[in-house]
């Protein structure tokens, strides 16, 4: 989970700057090899998509984890083996009352320095 306070991320409108999704996403990508105990990964987004459903007012926080159908044991074992990766992560943000405010669905892409 990543937390945005609102006061550093408005956009023209007040409402909150949702692109801490795909921060999120990226971070979790990057978090979890660390965890495995690889650090010479370099992550990119290959491709995703963001869909902003309502505004924000408040601060936010964006939580990841991997899409639906992704086994994180798959993509950690490819990087192993060949030194790349590919993972597709789901982001959100939601309102205070629990409402999805924005959804993020991205391929990231892991490659040996």
């Known amino acids: 989970m990543l937390d945005v306070l609102l006061r550093f991320s ?18 979790w990508v990057n978090v979890n090899l660390r965890f495995a105990g690889l650090d010479d990964a370099d992550i990119y987004v290959a491709d995703s998509e963001v869909r902003y459903l309502l505004p924000l007012y408040a ?3 964006a939580t990841a984890t991997p899409a639906d159908g992704e086994t994180w044991n798959e993509s950690l074992a490819a990087y192993r083996q060949r030194g790349k990766m590919r993972i597709t992560m789901q ?13 993020f669905r991205g391929r990231f892409v892991g490659t040996r320095q």
Do not use: K
Not at 18 to 26: H, K
């Open 10 to 27: 408005l956009n023209n409108r007040l409402a909150a700057f949702i692109l801490a999704v795909t921060l999120a996403a990226w971070g």
């Open 59 to 61: 601060d936010l926080v």
């Open 91 to 103: 982001a959100w943000v939601s309102t205070t009352a629990g409402s999805r405010a924005a959804a």
